[in-house]
């Protein structure tokens, strides 16, 4: 089971300690560190019930490093108001096009997608690839998990899990143990994601996203095909890479960047979570392998 759910599993059989949700802001808001330049701009997807919050350290090492990072609270998660919209992986997808258009990013953008954020990525570049300057998949999953059995049994199990945090809610029990997460952003996330994890109406987004998500395997792929000319850095976090289930998982996450021309497979000692704390240089350094930098590195096959 990937580490994420771990967490999801202490929100559903144990829960999560309590937070009062911040004021909530208009959804569609963009959260950027660092400049506008020459570079092009890295937009952040969040993984399931998580949001802008998650890429905190992710987005200023990025800005340390000279790039534009941007990311965003789904509709209904972390400070993002609530809407009774289509949480299809293509309507996310369209969101976001339609965020970045608002915002005047028009040109294209390196796309990084964390876990579930990996198929709205995916998404977004099977439809927009001139949109799209590259892809970072971390840890992601995409329509290529349907191809892998344990992992796709791995992602119908977590989908089940899923269906109890809001009775769980319900009940009281986010209030019994802590967040089991290895993200330790700056105290406000901090406080964003733990009210996202325990809010009501975050948690009512989130799981109508988990419930979209495998039927939106087949829908995205019924897009046309990622074009082999977008570049793809994938990163595989694992600490138990010899494990039947991590090997599936792993045969998934890289499938995208055994087809692109130009790709990099990067393998993480790292948890799920971890990648994006701890771990985070892998991300950084994914992103700027896009960007030029380490050109020896990866494959080119076209």
């Known amino acids: 089971m990937k580490p994420y759910f771990v967490a999801l599993a202490c929100l559903t059989l144990l829960g999560c300690a309590s937070f009062v949700r911040p004021p909530p802001t208009p959804t569609g808001d963009l959260e950027c560190a660092g400049a506008a330049g020459v570079r092009p701009t890295v937009v952040l997807e969040a993984g399931a019930?998580?949001?802008a919050a998650d890429w905190s350290l992710v987005a200023e090492s990025l800005a340390r490093k000279g790039y534009r990072a941007c990311a965003y609270d789904r509709d209904g998660l972390g400070l993002?108001?609530?809407h009774d919209l289509d949480r299809s992986p293509t309507a996310v997808?369209?969101?976001l096009h339609d965020l970045l258009d608002r915002n005047g990013v028009t040109g294209p953008v390196i796309l990084a997608g964390h876990s579930n954020g990996g198929l709205y990525v995916e998404a977004f570049a099977r439809r927009w690839p001139e949109r799209t300057a590259g892809l970072v998949l971390?840890?992601?999953v995409g329509?290529?998990?349907r191809d892998h059995p344990l992992a796709l049994a791995d992602l119908e199990h977590e989908a089940r899990l899923a269906a109890f945090t809001p009775t769980a809610r319900a009940l009281g029990l986010t209030r019994l143990a802590p967040l089991m997460d290895d993200i330790s952003p700056a105290a406000e996330a901090a406080a964003r994601r733990r009210s996202t994890w325990t809010g009501r109406t975050s948690i009512q987004a989130g799981l109508a996203e988990v419930r979209a998500f495998l039927p939106g395997l087949a829908e995205v792929d019924?897009?046309?095909p990622l074009r082999p000319t977008i570049p793809v850095?994938?990163?595989v976090a694992s600490r138990s890479p010899a494990a039947p289930l991590d090997r599936d998982w792993r045969a998934a996450e890289v499938a995208p960047a055994n087809r692109a021309c130009r790709a990099v497979v990067i393998d993480a000692f790292a948890?799920?979570?971890s990648i994006l704390d701890a771990q985070r240089d892998y991300v950084v350094d994914a992103v700027a392998w896009l960007d030029g930098a380490q050109p020896w590195a990866g494959v080119k096959r076209c």
Do not use: C, K, Q, Y
């Open 49 to 51: 019930f998580g949001g």
């Open 80 to 82: 993002s108001t609530m």
């Open 93 to 95: 997808a369209t969101r």
């Open 138 to 140: 971390v840890d992601a």
């Open 143 to 145: 329509t290529d998990v």
């Open 222 to 224: 019924a897009l046309p």
């Open 233 to 235: 850095a994938v990163i």
């Open 271 to 273: 948890s799920h979570t």
